[in-house]
């Protein structure tokens, strides 16, 4: 049993996150994280009995890079035998419109679809993909702002409906479940771009903190 699958199964009985019968959404972009969580997802159908289904929002960024992920993720279902959604946006012009950045628009309208298909399917609950490397990265963005104590508990396991199986899971030992299961994910190119105040934490503020304070900066 891998670390990951073990983690997540600890945490999914922890919160008590399914239940017999459940119908769960996922949202599945196609990179690693999503990509395992609805290989986890899967794994379950067996002890709880849950109906799974996917969804896949394409942004209608990154051109033929977003494309690929959108045929990978469908693939990736019809290999699964989980039914999927495919939901597309113009997220630079809906940015512009409601004048919001470009990561907050693609967030609110990923949870919005989550949200209506899951009415659709009369499902349950709504599962996505955070983990532990997310959770610090919020965290540190959050004391940035000016967050009070509320925010400094960080990415709930549980929020309503919503749950997050891989919230206790690094990102090494979800990639290490992926590898171990010879499943390949999509790369988003963007990750990698500094444009964003999440990126720059990610490629540059936490590297920093676990190098120069303390290695175990991300888990504290």
């Known amino acids: 049993m891998s670390v990951m699958y073990k983690k997540a199964l600890d945490t999914v009985k922890k919160y008590n996150m399914l239940f017999n019968g459940a119908k769960v959404v996922a949202g599945v972009s196609g990179g690693a994280d999503s990509t395992?969580?609805?290989?986890?997802?899967?794994?379950?159908?067996?002890?709880?009995?849950?109906?799974?289904?996917?969804?896949?929002?394409?942004?209608?960024?990154?051109?033929?890079?977003?494309?690929?992920?959108?045929?990978?993720?469908?693939?990736?279902?019809?290999?699964?035998?989980?039914?999927?959604?495919?939901?597309?946006?113009?997220?630079?012009?809906?940015?512009?419109?409601?004048?919001?950045?470009?990561?907050?628009?693609?967030?609110?309208?990923?949870?919005?679809?989550?949200?209506?298909?899951?009415?659709?399917?009369?499902?349950?609950?709504?599962?996505?993909?955070?983990?532990?490397?997310?959770?610090?990265e919020t965290i540190v963005m959050r004391i940035c702002r000016g967050s009070g104590l509320t925010g400094l508990s960080g990415i709930r396991p549980v929020r309503g409906n919503i749950i997050r199986p891989l919230i206790d899971c690094f990102r090494s030992e979800i990639e290490e479940y992926l590898s171990d299961n010879n499943q390949p994910f999509r790369t988003d190119s963007t990750n990698f771009e500094e444009d964003y105040t999440r990126n720059r934490i990610r490629l540059k503020v936490i590297p920093y903190l676990a190098k120069e304070i303390n290695s175990a900066a991300m888990e504290n």
């Open 36 to 136: 395992a969580l609805l290989l986890f997802l899967c794994s379950l159908r067996d002890i709880y009995g849950i109906e799974i289904y996917a969804v896949h929002v394409h942004h209608g960024i990154r051109g033929e890079e977003a494309d690929g992920d959108c045929r990978f993720v469908q693939e990736l279902c019809r290999k699964l035998n989980v039914k999927c959604s495919v939901k597309s946006h113009d997220v630079k012009s809906m940015s512009r419109q409601q004048k919001l950045s470009e990561e907050e628009t693609g967030r609110n309208i990923r949870y919005r679809e989550f949200e209506e298909e899951r009415i659709r399917r009369n499902a349950d609950l709504i599962a996505v993909a955070h983990n532990m490397n997310d959770q610090a």
